[in-house]
């Protein structure tokens, strides 16, 4: 009886780290394959010839960016259904970041201004 009880749970243990190996062979699939579409996609949309430098959110689906087109830097609305250019910008009113060629922010960086703006806004809700 004791016999049959350790050969159930020795079962148990080799379908649960079956299962277990199986889940994690079929997370770094997706992780590989995930990164690569990433890759690809990237690769896709970068052009040497159209960038956005800046965006600014007005609401929920209305933004202002700056937009580098050619040698041409452009004000333009974005609306739900709508894209209208508001300018044209000469290069000599826009600031770069120091070190990039207009747009290079690292994750940290956006990390970093998202947190200080939610900071700023809890600071002035209590003053109210």
């Known amino acids: ?9 020795t079962d148990s243990y080799a379908q649960f780290i079956t299962i277990l190996l199986l889940f994690v062979f079929v997370l770094a699939i ?12 990237k690769g896709m949309t970068v052009g040497a010839n159209m960038e956005i430098l800046e965006t600014l959110r007005l609401s929920n689906n209305k933004y202002i960016q700056i937009v580098r087109i050619g040698r041409k830097y452009l004000a333009v609305a974005i609306c739900k ?11 000599e009113e826009l ?4 070190g990039s060629g ?20 809890k600071e002035d809700g209590r003053d109210e």
């Open 1 to 9: 009886m004791l016999l049959a009880l350790s050969d159930r749970t």
């Open 30 to 41: 997706t992780a590989v394959v995930t990164k690569w579409i990433g890759g690809y996609q």
């Open 81 to 91: 259904d709508t894209v209208t250019m508001l300018s044209e910008i000469p290069e």
């Open 95 to 98: 600031s770069f970041p120091e």
């Open 102 to 121: 207009g747009s290079a922010f690292s994750f940290k960086d956006v990390l970093a201004k998202i947190q200080k703006e939610r900071i700023l806004e």
